[in-house]
């Protein structure tokens, strides 16, 4: 049994499926349709883009991929450039990405970084949105636990629903003070390259042999491991992009491995916890 993370009066499947570099190369778009297609029909229902990735390019494949799916059994998240986060060019933006996702609303509509646009604005800018039923939610991507701390300060800055950073087994400082706040306020977090190499290309020999170990126990590989790591809370979405079928549905098959405690202990002795504050890891 697959238990779906709670987001915004919604269960979703906790993999979802990023969209960062695809939709580049109009050589590979029947892949990569393909692909998208083989991970919602095995379960996935959240699907990350944004306007920069490919200047609207991936909105594109992803409106072309989704057709003929129910819209309600999607979750589309998108996102905002903090330049077009302003209360006159947010709307602009969302027009401009539902059109190429050829959608009525966005599920989520996340501010992609922070903004030289006053926060207070932007969330204006969301909330109308919201009232316009172009998106059903909205929340932030890149934020630190002080970023967060002072959007709630502002009038309906608890209306901001998720924050969406980078979170894997080499870069888990967030564990340390984000994780812990965001669950205080019954935030789901949004988990970007869950999928990683050591810090120099590849794992050292104690986490590899760690990695495989447990992969052999669960009968997957280190990639699948990896995923089910990242969502071993049961409040996290983790979103590993992927435009190759036979690996989309690998990770989709990830939330199906339950890691014991033991396998996450020894884990635990080749990747360690963040033991003080550590600046947010960024793409």
Known sequence: MVNKVGINDRKVFPIGIGTWKVGNRLADEAREIEALKVGLDAGAQVIDTAETYGDGLSETLVGKAIQGYK?????????????????????????????????????????????????????????????????????????????????????????????????????????????????????????????????????????????????????????????????RDGNTISIPKSSNSAHMLENIKSAQINLTTDELGKIDTVFRKPTSKESLALW
């Open 71 to 231: 819209r309600d059994s999607l979750y589309l998240v998108s996102k905002v450039l903090p330049e077009n986060a302003s209360r006159r060019y947010l709307p602009i933006s969302l027009e401009n990405t539902l059109e190429r996702l050829q959608v009525n609303y966005l599920d989520m509509y996340l501010l992609h970084w922070k903004s030289s646009i006053p926060l207070r604005e932007t969330v204006e800018a969301m909330e109308e949105m919201r009232a316009a039923g172009k998106i059903k939610a909205w929340g932030v991507s890149n934020f630190d636990t002080a970023d967060l701390k002072r959007l709630f300060t502002l009038p309906h800055g608890t209306n901001c629903l998720t924050n969406q950073v980078k979170y894997n087994l080499i870069y888990r400082g967030i564990e340390y003070d984000l994780i812990p706040y965001m669950k205080q306020q019954h935030m789901p977090l949004m988990a970007y390259s869950p999928v990683v190499k050591g810090k120099f290309g590849r794992f050292n020999l104690q986490q590899q042999n760690i990695l495989e170990e447990v992969a052999s126990n669960h009968q997957a590989t280190i990639q699948q491991i990896l995923i089910a790591w990242s969502i």
